[in-house]
C-alpha cells in the first residue's frame, strides 16, 4: 500500500493539533532505517525474504501503475538486498508475461542472504540474468535500477559508473528501487554520479537525502510504502528530521473573526533598500501585505524614501539617516524584518547593530547576513534566512562545505546564532536546533532575484501574527517554528501555483503575490 502521510504522528503534533495539517512525514537516516529493518525482523517478527517479497511486489505494482503498456522490462541488479528487490520484480513480470532482460552488475560469488534466495527463485522461473559488459541500453523502455541502496558512502566507479552513465543517457523511464543508486542517503549528495529516476519507490522509512538539494530532481515522483511494519516499531525510532508537505496550519487558514481590526493582523516593521536596492525591501513589504499583514512599516535609505511607495500607498514608507529615530517604530511592531537591499556600508550596518538587541522577533536576510559576522551581540528571538553562499559566510566556510550535508550545516548555523535557520534551496531546510524540517515545494522557476525578500515577507507577517495570537491566548511560548515552516511552505506553494498557470522560466518574484493571496484564502 503506498503512503503519502506516516500513518503515525511524531511528538510535535501530539502536542499540538494543529500540526495535522502540516507536519506529515517523517524522515530517516540510512542508519535509522537499517534500525527500523532490523526492529522489524527482530521484534516484529517479519522475515527479510518477506520484506523482500513485499517491496518488489509493490515496486512491481508501481510500474505497471505508472506505465501500464510495458511489454517489456530491463531490470538492472546489484549484488545487495537492493537486487534481490529487482530479481522479484523480474520473477512477477515474467509470470505477468512481460518479457524480461535482467542484468547483473557485480560480483555474484559475494551474494548471500536474502538476495541470494531471490535470485534462486528467479532462476526456478527457468531464465537467468547476464552479467554486465557494456551492454547498451540506449533502445530500452523502461529501467529498474535495482543497482546500489542505502549504504552508498564512497563515490561510484568503474562498472557501477558506466551502467549508470548508461541508464541517464538512455530515453527509458526509470524506477528506482528504494533509493536512485549513488545517491546519498543521509545528505541527497551525488556520489560522483547518480542515477535520475522518473519514479522512485522507497521502502519502510522515507530517506531524508531525497528530499533535498540533489534528491528531488534525482528521485523524480516519490512513492512510499511501508510494507505493513506495524506502528511499534516506528515508536522505537525517533526520524531524523521532518518532510513539509504543500499545506498551511489551521492557524494560518481559519477565516477572519467579523468583529476585528487592522491592529488584529499584525504590524511588520521592515528595514532596507540602500540607494539602488530600494526594490528588494519593496518586495518584501508587498509579500508582508499579500500574506494578510495588517500594517507594513518600511524604514529605508532618504535617498528613494519619498517614492518608494508610489505604486504601493498601503505601505508607511520613513527614510532613516540614524539609529536615533528606530525607537518609535521598533516599539510599534509585533515582528521586524531586516536585510533585504540593506547594503554593507556603515548606514545598512549601523541599523543592524542597533536592531539585533530588540525583544522583538527578528528576520534576518540578504545583506542583514552578511553583515552578521562583524555584530558582536545577539538576539534570542530570530530567524536566519541564509542561502548556500550566506551560510557558508556565516560558518566561515566554503558554499561547498554547506552543500556537502545541508542538515548539518543548517544545525551549525541554529545552535551558533541561537536562531532558527532556514537554509534555502532546493529542499530548503529549517532547523531550531532541536528539530530539522525539509520543504522540496518549489522549482527551479524560483532561482531568480527577489525570491528570499518575499520570504522575508511572509516570515514577518506569519510571525507577526502568532506572537499577537500567543498573546490572546495567554500562551507562554509563541510556535515560532511553525510559524517559520507555515511560511516556508507558503512561499514554495506559490512558486508552484504561479508555475503551473505560466511555466517556469520567466518567473518574477512579484509574479508570487496573486499566488500567496489564494492560498492563505483557502484557494
Not at 542515477?195 to 540533489?214: E, H, P
Not at 540614524?322 to 531586516?338: F, M
Not at 501555483?497 to 496573486?514: I, R
Request: aromatic content about 6%; charged content about 20%.
Amino acid at each position: 500500500m503506498y503512503y503519502n502521510e506516516c500513518s503515525s504522528l511524531n511528538k510535535l503534533t501530539a502536542m499540538n493539533p494543529e500540526y495535522l495539517n502540516l507536519y506529515c512525514l517523517n524522515l530517516y537516516s540510512a542508519k535509522q532505517t537499517r534500525e527500523l529493518d532490523r526492529l522489524a525482523i527482530d521484534e516484529a517478527g517479519i522475515t527479510g525474504y518477506s520484506l523482500m517479497k513485499k517491496a518488489g511486489a509493490s515496486a512491481f505494482h508501481a510500474i505497471m501503475s505508472a506505465w501500464p503498456d510495458t511489454k517489456t522490462l530491463t531490470i538492472l541488479c546489484g549484488t545487495g538486498n537492493n537486487g534481490g528487490d529487482g530479481y522479484v520484480i523480474a520473477k512477477l513480470a515474467k509470470i505477468r508475461g512481460i518479457e524480461i532482460k535482467l542484468i547483473q552488475v557485480g560480483d555474484l560469488s559475494k551474494q548471500g542472504g536474502d538476495a541470494f534466495i531471490a535470485r534462486q527463485d528467479f532462476e526456478a522461473e527457468g531464465i537467468s540474468g547476464e552479467l554486465y559488459n557494456d551492454q547498451d541500453l540506449s533502445d530500452e523502455k523502461v529501467i529498474v535500477d535495482a543497482l546500489l541502496g542505502t549504504g552508498l558512502q564512497r563515490d561510484v566507479s568503474n562498472e557501477w559508473k558506466n551502467i549508470i552513465d548508461e541508464i541517464n543517457a538512455s530515453a527509458a523511464k526509470v524506477i528506482s528501487i528504494d533509493i536512485p543508486s549513488g545517491l546519498n542517503t543521509d545528505t541527497g549528495l551525488v556520489q560522483g554520479v547518480a542515477v535520475t529516476a522518473d519514479l522512485t519507490i522507497t521502502f519502510i522509512g522515507r530517506k531524508q537525502g531525497m528530499y533535498t538539494a540533489s534528491g528531488s530532481a534525482k528521485s523524480g515522483v516519490i512513492k512510499f510504502d511501508s510494507l505493513s511494519i506495524p506502528d511499534s516499531v516506528y515508536k522505537k525510532v525517533e526520524p531524523s528530521s521532518h518532510g513539509l508537505t504543500p499545506k498551511l496550519s489551521l492557524s494560518v487558514l481559519k477565516p477572519r473573526n467579523k468583529n476585528s481590526h487592522k491592529g488584529t493582523y499584525g504590524h511588520v516593521l521592515l528595514i532596507g533598500g540602500s540607494p539602488g536596492m530600494n526594490g528588494a525591501i519593496l518586495l518584501s513589504a508587498i509579500a508582508a501585505l499579500r500574506t494578510g499583514c495588517g500594517l507594513v512599516t518600511v524604514l529605508t535609505h532618504p535617498v528613494h524614501a519619498a517614492f518608494l511607495n508610489i505604486n504601493q500607498p498601503e505601505i508607511m514608507c520613513r527614510g532613516i539617516a540614524n539609529t536615533c529615530e528606530l525607537e518609535q517604530y521598533l516599539s510599534a511592531a509585533d515582528a521586524v524584518v531586516i536585510g533585504p537591499g540593506l547594503g554593507t556600508d556603515q548606514w545598512g550596518k549601523d541599523l543592524l547593530n542597533a536592531v539585533i538587541t530588540t525583544d522583538k522577533p527578528l528576520v534576518i536576510d540578504a545583506d542583514g547576513l552578511n553583515n552578521l559576522p562583524n555584530v558582536k551581540s545577539k538576539n534570542n528571538n530570530w530567524v536566519l534566512t541564509p542561502h548556500p553562499g550566506e551560510a557558508a559566510s556565516l560558518l566561515k566556510c566554503s558554499v561547498s562545505d554547506i552543500q556537502q550535508d545541508r542538515f548539518l550545516a543548517a544545525k551549525k548555523i541554529s545552535e551558533k546564532y541561537n536562531a532558527v535557520c532556514v537554509l534555502k534551496g532546493s529542499g530548503t531546510i529549517i532547523h531550531d536546533s532541536q528539530n530539522a524540517y525539509v520543504c522540496s515545494s518549489g522549482n527551479p522557476g524560483m532561482a531568480v532575484a527577489g525570491m528570499g525578500d518575499v520570504l522575508s515577507g511572509i516570515l514577518g507577517t506569519l510571525i507577526a501574527q502568532a506572537m499577537l495570537q500567543a498573546e490572546q491566548r495567554a500562551m507562554q511560548q509563541v510556535p515560532f517554528t511553525e510559524m517559520v515552516n507555515n511560511a516556508v511552505v507558503l512561499h514554495a506553494m506559490a512558486g508552484d501555483k504561479v508555475a503551473d498557470s505560466f511555466g517556469e522560466k520567466g518567473m518574477l518574484a512579484s509574479d508570487l503575490f496573486p499566488a500567496i493571496r489564494c492560498i492563505v484564502n483557502g484557494g
